[in-house]
């Protein structure tokens, strides 16, 4: 259950966390300048969504994807935020993505620019 440092993120490893669909990363997203932990929840595209969807290209493709700004794992219970002075009150943000029509829709508490390329 350490956290590995990669680059500029940070991954929580977790051995209760499911082994597909699920990850726990600290890192910003859609281009907000906080990093904050979140809890990403995703479906990857299997060979049968691409014959039921022409719209997917590859499996392993997001279909969609989920991000919610956690405090502690929900797995485990481990405070994430052990060694990043953070208030509680700053998180709790979402984001849903939908990558399974023409172009990406997508939902969230954040305020996002127009035009925005996602992931
Ligand atoms: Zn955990």
Redesign the pocket.
């Known amino acids: 259950?350490d956290e590995k440092i990669e680059s500029d993120y940070k991954l929580?490893e977790?051995?209760?966390?499911p082994k597909v669909g699920v990850q726990?990363i600290y890192d910003a997203q859609l281009n907000q300048p906080k990093k904050t932990w979140r809890l990403d929840i995703f479906r990857e595209a299997n060979e049968e969504d691409l014959e039921e969807n022409h719209y997917l290209e590859t499996v392993g493709e997001f279909i969609w994807s989920t991000s919610i700004e956690v405090d502690f794992?929900?797995?485990?219970?481990?405070h994430l935020y052990e060694d990043i002075p953070l208030k509680v009150e700053e998180i709790g943000q979402y984001v849903h993505c939908n990558y399974s029509g023409s172009c990406a829709k997508f939902s969230s508490s954040l305020s996002i620019s127009p035009g925005i390329a996602l992931e």
């Open positions: 259950m929580h977790c051995l209760n966390l726990e794992c929900p797995y485990c219970g481990k």
